[in-house]
T-cell receptor
């Protein structure tokens, strides 16, 4: 069965700094990979996804992620953090069933 | 865009009481899911449905039951609530079946005293 590991339950960056949220997965077949964002007291919103094709995928709000099969990783990045990026981020892998990582809470300092 | 509503949005109840949470979709998606969200665990699947009257268990189904009598409604029932079921519950629908991309409702915060 597939599983997801998000390294770092909390990440803190300064406004304008690079955001890097790490996600590693295990899967017996080429997976479908997702990043979701959750703002306080809200549901999860799809940020971006990898299904097939280009391994570098772009999402909303300037985020992007790269699927690296050899590293079984799907790390999320944003070149310059904004205060509005403060939220919890979930990586997920789908092989039919969807499995979520434990989440990473991103704090952005002014 | 798919639309999902959950009711109630907040509920406080006492141990031993039955509780039913409702998920309603405005689309006609076949697959629906109930998750619970707890700190350090992400989202864990409770039950899911693949059609009217067709349901199956997820990872953390003990203490929960579900029903789906109409395509648009998926009910989650806690027959006798316990404090360990204090959580935030999310309903989701599979909007792209091939990849199982899911769209989430706003959540229900349940507190069991």
């Amino acid at each position: 069965a597939q599983s997801v590991t998000q390294l770092g339950s909390h990440v803190s960056v300064s406004e304008g700094a690079l955001v890097l949220l790490r996600c590693n997965y295990s899967s017996s077949v080429p997976p479908y990979l997702f990043w979701y964002v959750q703002y306080p007291n809200q549901g999860l919103q799809l940020l971006l996804k990898y299904t097939t094709g280009a391994t570098l995928v772009k999402g909303i709000n300037g985020f992007e992620a790269e699927f690296k099969k050899s590293e079984t990783s799907f790390h999320l990045t944003k070149p310059s953090a904004h205060m509005s990026d403060a939220a919890e981020y979930f990586c997920a892998v789908s092989e039919g069933d969807m499995r979520f990582g434990a989440g990473t809470r991103l704090t952005v300092k002014p | 865009d798919a639309g999902i509503t959950q009711s109630p949005r907040h509920k406080v109840t006492e141990t031993g009481t039955p509780v039913t949470l409702r998920c309603h979709q405005t689309e006609n998606h076949r697959y629906m899911y109930w998750y619970r969200q707890d700190p350090g665990h992400g989202l864990r699947l409770i039950h899911y449905s693949y059609g009217v009257k067709d349901t199956d268990k997820g990872e953390v189904s003990d203490g929960y039951s579900v029903s789906r009598s109409k395509t648009e409604d998926f009910l989650l029932t806690l027959e006798s609530a316990t404090s360990s079921q204090t959580s935030v519950y999310f309903c989701a629908i599979s909007v792209i079946r091939e990849t199982n991309e899911q769209f989430f409702g706003p959540g229900t915060r349940l507190t069991v005293l």
